[in-house]
């Protein structure tokens, strides 16, 4: 067995209860459904322009929505990463892998975040992709190029992997992209021969269904977890913020490869989230990323677990 890398944090476990706070650092939080245990953990933060998120918004606009976050002229944004995890039974499913250690130094920390849960890598039976932008996948090799999580079955959405092995790509992509195209491709070749391919609607495994949840990546998903009549949506970066991706869901992001599409997505799974009062876990929503949908006159907000 191979033991993990531990940080300074030196936690336990978690106790399992609907946003259980771990120490803030790691702002691991879990949620029951059933028999269903699901974490978030952290892998860390990104730090990204503001004009890379939002300088395809409306301008003058802008700083008003921003203000009523507190986030009105800030240079940089730093938001989360909170990656999900499912323990149910003998399966422990990881949603997405991190930054790895090759991306940025604010990222990455994956293994430390799931070392404070009792998960080590050869725990993990499954691993599933919601995209494969930096912050999602880097993470799935390790220092030595080989599989971090070497006994899981990994699963992606075939409209993803095709889009990002397709040797086109680095060209097509843009500048500013093209080495998301080369650090996809490489990894995913890496992992091929464990990879299984899914579509939109497919049950990928009990209680897991995946939606298409395009615009984000040309085959983005996101997954409804379900036990009985609980459910619970993995939007990964189809609601990519705490903010004016919810006080303006009809605006386009620069995050977003094909805004149009990335809009409709927003605004038809915002709905759904409200009108069900499902839960979500949003990869880059605040603090753990956990919580609700709410309307509030004709655009929403973000409701964290428990506030």
Same mark, same amino acid.
């Given at each position: 067995?191979?033991? #993990?890398? @531990?940080s300074f944090l030196q936690t336990g476990t978690a106790a399992i209860g609907a946003a259980t706070l771990l120490p803030a650092r790691w702002a691991a939080a879990s949620v029951t459904m059933g028999d269903m245990e699901i974490f978030s953990v952290s892998d860390g933060n990104l730090t990204l322009p503001t004009s890379f998120l939002l300088g395809t918004m409306p301008?003058?606009?802008?700083?008003?929505?921003?203000?009523?976050?507190?986030?009105?002229g800030l240079d940089q944004m730093t938001p989360p990463c909170n990656v999900t995890v499912m323990r149910q039974g003998d399966r422990v499913v990881l949603f997405d892998t991190g930054a790895g250690h090759a991306f940025q130094d604010s990222a990455g920390q994956l293994l430390d975040a799931l070392d404070t849960v009792g998960i080590a890598p050869d725990d993990v039976t499954h691993v599933v992709f919601t995209h494969a932008h930096p912050d999602h996948l880097w993470g799935v090799l390790d220092d030595f190029d080989d599989a971090m999580f070497y006994n899981a079955q990994h699963m992606i959405g075939q409209?993803?992997?095709?889009?990002? #092995?397709?040797?086109? #790509?680095?060209?097509?992509?843009?500048?500013?992209?093209? &080495?998301?195209?080369?650090?996809?491709?490489?990894?995913?070749?890496?992992?091929?021969?464990?990879?299984?391919?899914?579509?939109?609607?497919?049950?990928?495994?009990?209680?897991?269904?995946? !939606?298409a949840s395009y615009g984000h990546t040309p085959g983005h998903m996101a997954f409804e977890l379900r036990n009985g009549s609980e459910g619970l949506m993995v939007v990964g970066d189809s609601i990519?913020?705490?903010?004016?991706?919810?006080? @303006?869901?009809?605006?386009? &992001?620069? &995050?977003?490869?094909?805004?149009? #599409?990335?809009? @409709?997505? !927003?605004? &038809?799974?915002?709905?759904?989230l409200a009108t069900d009062q499902m839960r979500l876990i949003g990869y880059h929503l605040p603090g753990n990323g956990i919580g609700r949908v709410e309307r509030k006159g004709d655009s929403y907000r973000f409701v964290p677990e428990g506030a």
């Amino acid at each position: 067995m191979r033991q #993990t890398r @531990r940080s300074f944090l030196q936690t336990g476990t978690a106790a399992i209860g609907a946003a259980t706070l771990l120490p803030a650092r790691w702002a691991a939080a879990s949620v029951t459904m059933g028999d269903m245990e699901i974490f978030s953990v952290s892998d860390g933060n990104l730090t990204l322009p503001t004009s890379f998120l939002l300088g395809t918004m409306p301008q003058d606009e802008l700083p008003g929505v921003l203000a009523e976050f507190g986030l009105d002229g800030l240079d940089q944004m730093t938001p989360p990463c909170n990656v999900t995890v499912m323990r149910q039974g003998d399966r422990v499913v990881l949603f997405d892998t991190g930054a790895g250690h090759a991306f940025q130094d604010s990222a990455g920390q994956l293994l430390d975040a799931l070392d404070t849960v009792g998960i080590a890598p050869d725990d993990v039976t499954h691993v599933v992709f919601t995209h494969a932008h930096p912050d999602h996948l880097w993470g799935v090799l390790d220092d030595f190029d080989d599989a971090m999580f070497y006994n899981a079955q990994h699963m992606i959405g075939q409209a993803e992997w095709d889009y990002w #092995t397709n040797p086109n #790509t680095v060209d097509e992509i843009g500048a500013d992209r093209a &080495s998301f195209a080369v650090g996809a491709q490489r990894r995913l070749e890496a992992i091929e021969e464990n990879l299984v391919f899914f579509d939109d609607g497919a049950e990928i495994l009990p209680g897991v269904a995946a !939606r298409a949840s395009y615009g984000h990546t040309p085959g983005h998903m996101a997954f409804e977890l379900r036990n009985g009549s609980e459910g619970l949506m993995v939007v990964g970066d189809s609601i990519g913020n705490g903010h004016v991706a919810f006080a @303006r869901p009809q605006w386009a &992001s620069g &995050s977003d490869q094909d805004a149009e #599409t990335a809009v @409709r997505t !927003r605004q &038809s799974l915002l709905d759904q989230l409200a009108t069900d009062q499902m839960r979500l876990i949003g990869y880059h929503l605040p603090g753990n990323g956990i919580g609700r949908v709410e309307r509030k006159g004709d655009s929403y907000r973000f409701v964290p677990e428990g506030a």
